[in-house]
């Protein structure tokens, strides 16, 4: 049994710097950069590319909408032409870097409201996903499990990797709760890491209605910023190797 660990990263911008990712690289197994529309610009791409390569964990692109201003985390109303070529754009600004550096992108994880506007909408899911395959179709496809973003990437040829979040509490469609909802968030410690147990080991969880639906978890999504995330991580990797579940980047 084996599992991946998936963190955003890169999202700094400027002058302004968010979260300790060169803390949190060595804990993990892929790396979702941001590519310049909701965070990061080109500096920071470069440096995260090289950090993230030189601590041999799989690179990512972490594509979002447009929207610096919002963290890329509200909806915006785009034709799917335009979704497709705002995926493109974005994985064409993160391979330059990758090309310097003598990598490749092994993974893409759309952020934010795009990522969420994919997971309901199967039209903006197939964008997305066509958009990364005509891209290049040897790439893995980070997905919210059980959603449009995983059954259409695997329409259009995809390999997927099903995404669960450590701290995030569940509809029961299978949909994350809105952040803007008070109780979107687990923020004991223990509850989160016995959701991620439940997920990996029992393809299980349970919503926020108390039921339990059932769930595929090949990448775990755990964050970098804040006060306590990498003693947290720590505590998550510590427990499912205990559980003898085998911590392994994508594809590898």
């Known amino acids: 049994m084996k599992v991946d660990l998936n963190c955003d990263l890169g999202e700094a911008f400027g002058n302004y710097s968010f979260g300790g990712d060169e803390k949190i690289i060595p804990l993990i197994t892929s790396a979702n950069i941001a590519c310049g529309f909701h965070a990061g610009d080109q500096s920071v791409m470069n440096n995260t590319v ?5 601590n041999n964990v799989g690179i990512g692109a972490h594509p979002g909408l447009p929207d610096l201003q919002g963290f890329g985390r509200r909806n915006m109303d785009f034709s799917t032409t335009e979704i497709y070529d705002i995926v ?8 330059g870097f990758c090309q310097i550096h003598n990598v490749k992108i092994n993974h893409v994880k759309p952020h934010g409201a795009l990522y969420q506007m994919g997971a309901r909408d ?7 996903a066509q958009a990364v395959y ?13 959603t449009f ?12 990797a099903s995404e669960v979040f450590a701290d995030r509490r569940y509809e029961d469609d299978g949909q994350l709760v809105s952040r803007k909802e008070s109780d979107a968030l687990i923020t004991d410690t223990n509850e989160a890491i016995d959701q991620v147990v439940n997920m990996v080991k029992f393809q ?12 595929q978890a090949d990448t775990i999504c755990v964050h970098g910023d804040g006060e306590h995330a990498l003693n ?14 085998s911590i392994t980047r994508l594809g590898g």
């Open 50 to 54: 090289q950090l993230v390569n030189e």
């Open 149 to 160: 973003l995983i059954s259409e990437a695997k329409r259009v040829g995809l390999t997927t």
């Open 204 to 215: 299980k969880v349970i919503t926020k209605h108390n039921n339990t639906i059932e769930i």
């Open 88 to 95: 493109i754009y974005q994985l064409g600004a993160l391979n």
């Open 122 to 128: 199967k039209d903006i899911a197939h964008a997305i």
């Open 134 to 146: 005509d891209f290049d179709p040897e790439i893995i496809y980070i997905g919210l499990s059980n």
């Open 232 to 245: 947290f991580v720590c505590k998550i990797k510590e427990r499912l190797m205990k559980e003898g579940v």
